[in-house]
């Protein structure tokens, strides 16, 4: 599903040169749920970025589902990540004056799906949340495990290929954010791809393979078994 | 543009930042009712004047004598000078090819005029049968002065329309006999002239009877023509000024009037005063535009700002919806669809109560200067398009600002 080989990633600021991925290999096949580990400042956001298509690599290939990434305009990108990615923010990013249903249905808008179809559809990802009775409600109205359901809601809205998490959990509470594990777990169950950059081992655990980051380089990469979310909720 | 969700996300953005957006709206509301009452105005200047000069002929030149002011070949000043038939037929013969109408004219004030028990007293012009066209006057009912009644100096009479009123009320006046200081007339016509009652006191004598019945011999007050107009308004004017001129230095020559002696002849040129009067209300017509419209580009800054300030604070939610697909044309479109939908909304309601201010004003101003100030469609059609021209212009600079947001900027945790 994701092909990466190779990736440089350099941000330059005036005459300074910060290295910040140096040679990342990595393959994540279909059904995957990774998590991506490291010390602050090891790259990982950096890495997540350029696999979400919102930066680009300076060096290296990156091939997602069959497709090369290359040269993009923001058009194209724009396409792509709409088809491709979905996207979950650890400070949930939802938009503050639209209610959950609304916020849900945002990227079937931008894929031009009619307004019904796009709110059923919306309603039926808000339902699979365990948020249907909140449809109506504002984010300011909802709890921020609520809000990162919502989140994830959105980003499944367009049957994407691959979800990408950064640091999901890292405004939620232990309780809350292996609810929200729980989520992801059984969504991965169904077969879809994920990626989840976390600092926290507990969470870690909770993936099917686990790669840790250090100064830019990929250091270990491990599958391990599974610790059930659920087991703790 | 019909998307309905487009315009609900307008709506919620505005009403996030409803202080702004009013504020904003006042100031091109303003702007554009400032505009339109000023256009309406001038609109209201030009019909006044209009109206002044379509009383006689625009084309019109009328000469009077009067009293000489400067010694002039050993002759002393404050000499009155007495215009004759034998004058007038000399312009009409050299200047015959310029001139489209004619008329030498011997008036009489205050002359008494009765009907049965009604009387007033009235401007008595003995005058030519093309007096009707350079008074720019029409007939009510019957006929004007012809060229018989010139001939056999008929005492006919054409009467101004408040002359009428005044003396037969609403009995018809063709065939009665009318009194001048007690002489009968039969009127034959009724006439009405653009300048209204004023012009209207007047009654019309063929000039030959004028002349004797009241003992005016071959002597005349003034003469009056029309130029004839080409199609080109400046050359027309430039035509109406030269044969003035020569009129005036032809006379003061005959006359031996100092060539810059101002009060023996009196050339009135109306074309040319029109001129005058025209670039002048264009001038001001232009000053108004341009308060309008400066009024108007203060309330389109502000439109821009509130705009900035707007892409500014949702810096982070545009760059979510790229993140989630939204194409930058998407981003571009909400942007300018917003400073569009301020703007018009705004711009129309001053369009619209200034029309509405306009319309109520219009009958209360009571002014020879000053008539139906309105704005008529095709400037409103102007307007219209101006406003929606200047919200873009307002939306452009924030959307592009919008559309180079980077994401990947705008989601990074603070
Ligand atoms: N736009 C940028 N310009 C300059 N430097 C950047 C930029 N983005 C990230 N960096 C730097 O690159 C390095 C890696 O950043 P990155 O965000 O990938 O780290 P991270 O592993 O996600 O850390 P954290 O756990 O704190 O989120 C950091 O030193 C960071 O300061
Ligand atoms: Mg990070």
Redesign the interface.
């Known amino acids: 599903m994701i092909k990466i080989e190779d990736l440089h990633k350099s941000y330059v600021m005036g005459s300074n040169s910060l290295h910040v991925l140096k040679g990342i290999d990595f393959n994540v096949k279909e059904g995957e749920l990774v998590s991506i580990m490291g010390s602050s400042g090891s790259g990982k956001s950096t890495l997540l970025?350029i696999l979400?298509m919102?930066?680009e690599a300076d060096e290296g290939s990156y091939v997602l589902d069959g497709v090369p990434i290359k040269n993009l305009n923001?058009?194209v990108a724009?396409?792509y990540?709409?088809?491709f990615l979905g996207?979950i923010?650890?400070?949930f990013?939802l938009?503050n004056?639209?209610n959950a249903v609304d916020n849900v249905a945002?990227?079937l808008?931008?894929?031009g799906i009619k307004?019904k179809e796009r709110m059923d559809k919306a309603m039926h990802y808000l339902e699979k949340v365990g948020l249907a009775q909140w449809a109506t409600h504002l984010p300011s109205e909802l709890s921020g495990g609520q809000k990162q359901r919502v989140a994830i809601a959105?980003a499944l809205a367009?049957d994407p290929k691959v979800l990408l998490a950064d640091e999901p959990t890292g405004a939620l509470d232990t309780k809350t954010s292996y609810e929200v594990m729980e989520l992801i777990q059984g969504i991965n169950d169904e077969g879809k791809t994920i990626l989840v950059v976390t600092h926290e081992p507990d969470i870690a655990e909770m993936t099917k393979r686990i790669v840790n980051l250090k100064d830019g380089r990929i250091i270990d990469d491990t599958v391990v078994k599974q610790v059930i979310a659920k087991s703790y909720v | 543009m019909f998307d309905l969700e487009r315009w609900q996300e307008i709506f919620e953005t505005l009403s996030k930042n409803k202080l702004q957006t009013f504020l904003t709206m006042v100031s091109v509301f303003s702007g554009v009712l400032i505009l339109i009452i000023l256009i309406g105005f001038s609109t209201g200047i030009q019909n006044g004047v209009r109206s002044e000069f379509e009383q006689d002929a625009t084309n019109r030149i009328s000469i009077r004598a009067g009293i000489t002011t400067k010694e002039f070949k050993g002759l002393n000043p404050g000499r009155r000078i007495q215009l004759r038939n034998e004058d007038f037929a000399e312009i009409n013969r050299k200047y015959e090819e310029d001139i489209e109408y004619k008329t030498g004219i011997y008036n009489i004030w205050g002359g008494q005029t009765t009907y049965g028990k009604e009387s007033g007293n009235y401007r008595i012009e003995g005058a030519y049968p093309d007096q009707q066209f350079i008074e720019n006057a029409s007939m009510v009912t019957g006929r004007f002065i012809s060229q018989d009644d010139m001939d056999e100096s008929r005492k006919i009479v054409v009467i101004g329309n408040q002359v009428k009123k005044d003396l037969f009320k609403d009995k018809d006046p063709i065939g009665e006999s009318v009194k001048i200081f007690g002489i009968n007339f039969k009127v034959v016509g009724v006439y009405t002239d653009p300048g209204g009652e004023r012009e209207e006191t007047r009654l019309f004598l063929p000039l030959p009877t004028a002349q004797k019945v009241f003992f005016g011999g071959d002597r005349i007050r003034s003469m009056a023509y029309t130029v004839k107009m080409s199609d080109n308004f400046d050359e027309a004017v430039a035509l109406s000024a030269a044969l003035s001129e020569n009129f005036e230095t032809d006379l003061k020559s005959k006359y031996s009037v100092s060539p810059d002696d101002r009060s023996a002849f009196r050339v009135n040129n109306t074309l040319e005063e029109a001129r005058k009067i025209y670039s002048l209300i264009d001038t001001i017509s232009a000053v108004f535009w341009f308060i309008g419209l400066g009024t108007i580009i203060a309330g389109v800054v502000g439109v821009g700002n509130i705009m900035l300030i707007v892409v500014k604070e949702r810096t982070k939610e545009i760059g979510v919806r790229k993140a989630l697909g939204a194409l930058p044309s998407s981003i571009v479109g909400m942007i300018l669809q917003e400073a569009i939908f301020i703007t018009a909304i705004a711009g129309f309601s001053g369009l619209f109560l200034g029309v509405i201010a306009l319309n109520i004003a219009s009958p209360l101003i009571d002014s020879d200067f000053i008539k139906f100030p309105r704005v008529d469609f095709a400037t409103s059609i102007t307007i219209v398009l101006i406003i929606i021209f200047a919200g873009a212009l307002a939306g452009y600079f924030p959307a592009r600002r919008a559309a180079h947001i980077k994401p990947i900027e705008a989601l990074r945790d603070e």
């Open positions: 970025n979400g919102l930066d923001e058009k724009a396409q990540r709409n088809k996207f923010f650890q400070s990013n938009i004056y639209k945002m990227p808008y931008y894929q307004r959105r367009s």
